[in-house]
């Protein structure tokens, strides 16, 4: 069984406020004590505060897509890469499957959490992995060789 509150404020029994929806902050607990998160729960923020320290979760992103799959041979061409947790303007590589070669995209712009565009020149025939890198150091390269050159 699922049970859903909806409040603005909860308060302890001293009348602190444990949640409060006008700031969107959330107290657990008291300085010393264990605060456990339940299995299945998730942090849909990319960043917690503790002690006054912001904790950044780790945004890892993922490439589900890409569009065109197919294009020329020494052409610069736009690919617009789906996926998800983008950050801001990431690091955007092809890499060769037959050579292991990484060849960095011209250029990149950041459309949002779920889409960039990348522009390649490739000179090299083949398929290619995209590899997308954000600037927390974080990245993920398609299961799949997604772009084919010809």
Do not use: C, H, K, W
């Given at each position: 069984m699922t049970s859903i509150v909806k409040t603005n404020t909860f308060q302890?029994?001293?009348?602190?406020?444990?949640?409060?929806?006008?700031s969107t902050t959330v107290t657990l607990g008291k300085s010393g004590d264990t605060v456990s998160v339940a299995?299945?729960?998730?942090?849909?923020?990319?960043?917690?505060?503790?002690?006054?320290?912001?904790?950044q979760a780790r945004v890892i992103?993922?490439?589900s897509?890409?569009?065109?799959?197919s294009i020329?041979?020494?052409?610069?061409?736009?690919?617009?890469?789906?996926?998800?947790?983008?950050i801001a303007?990431?690091?955007v590589e092809a890499l060769a499957s037959s050579t292991g070669a990484y060849i960095r995209a011209n250029s990149v712009s950041f459309t949002g959490a779920t889409?960039?565009?990348?522009?390649?020149?490739?000179?090299?025939?083949?398929?290619?992995?995209?590899?997308?890198?954000?600037?927390?150091?974080?990245?993920v390269r398609?299961?799949?060789?997604l772009l084919t050159v010809s």
């Open positions: 302890d029994q001293s009348g602190n406020n444990i949640i409060n929806r006008a299995s299945g729960a998730s942090l849909t923020t990319p960043s917690l505060t503790v002690n006054g320290n912001a904790i992103p993922t490439v897509s890409i569009s065109p799959t020329s041979a020494d052409t610069p061409t736009n690919v617009t890469i789906t996926g998800t947790n983008f303007t990431p690091i889409t960039i565009v990348a522009n390649f020149t490739l000179s090299t025939t083949g398929t290619y992995y995209i590899r997308v890198e954000n600037n927390n150091g974080f990245a398609s299961a799949t060789a």
